[in-house]
């Protein structure tokens, strides 16, 4: 995908690996045939702070739900992150003026942070604690959770978070890894803006801080990105015990993240 200079927004859709299949030579009965493979190259088993992190299925990253490389033709300025929570995209723009474009989930309507602001941190396997505001909208979701979640494999926020300011303060949004993987390419989230663990582990790599973010507004994604407005689905709030990540069980078996073992050059 070097020919950047020929691709367009709707090109981003085109932008499939071509597959290939191997078969038997005839004189070779007993060799098997290659089974198709279950993940996309993006999208490998990856070992990170001693985790072994799994593949992304393939049913997961079908069509345009992937990581993809192109011209970027939106309004955000080079070397910023761009979002369209309508479309579930987000855009790393580099400075001459390609992108790289990741599948996201978003917040459920009325649920998501909009105009510029700045990642002014980054985080490696953070820990998370919900916000007063969760606790007290949807406190069958969130309120067994108060007391935090350490970061870890059990963690909401996944492998890795950027962390949203606006006028020097937290606005408590996140650009996060997630191990919910239905939920990318649709909404339901309580705001933040899930990414494939893979995704999130390769734009932390990739992104420098303090750095401008811009998350779309209805009407520019209307303009920017029409073909793909609105596309996915709205999804209930997943709900999960406190015994799920809070039990012994669940504890005993965590343990803390190896920091000087990051995936580095995934």
Request: contains cysteine; charged residues 20%.
């Amino acid at each position: 995908m070097s020919a950047y200079s020929s691709l367009s927004r709707r090109a981003f859709g085109s932008m499939l690996l071509a597959s290939t299949a191997a078969a038997c030579a005839p004189r070779v009965p007993e060799m098997p045939v290659p089974t198709a493979p279950q993940f996309l190259p993006e999208y490998p088993p990856l070992r990170d702070a001693g985790y072994d992190l799994p593949a992304i299925p393939i049913e997961y990253t079908q069509g345009i739900n992937r990581r993809m490389e192109g011209v970027y033709t939106g309004e955000a300025p080079r070397g910023s992150i761009d979002v369209d929570p309508y479309a579930k995209f987000l855009y790393h723009v580099k400075m001459d003026g390609t992108a790289t474009r990741y599948p996201v989930g978003v917040g459920r309507q009325g649920r998501t942070l909009s105009g510029l602001a700045t990642i002014q941190l980054k985080k490696a396997w953070p820990g998370w604690t919900p916000t007063a505001n969760m606790i007290r909208t949807e406190p069958e979701v969130y309120s067994d959770f108060r007391g935090g979640i350490p970061g870890g494999l059990r963690s909401p926020l996944g492998a890795r978070a950027l962390y949203i300011y606006r006028n020097g303060r937290d606005t408590f949004y996140r650009v996060h890894g997630t191990n919910d993987l239905e939920s990318i390419g649709n909404s339901g989230s309580a705001g933040c803006i899930r990414m494939f663990n893979q995704d999130i582990i390769h734009l932390y790599n990739n992104v420098t801080t303090p750095m401008t973010i811009n998350i779309r507004s209805e009407a520019e994604s209307l303009r920017v990105d029409p073909e793909y407005f609105n596309r996915g689905v709205e999804l209930p709030p997943k709900i999960i015990s406190a015994d799920e990540l809070l039990g012994p069980e669940a504890v005993s078996s965590d343990r803390e993240p190896m920091r000087d073992e990051l995936a580095s050059n995934f």
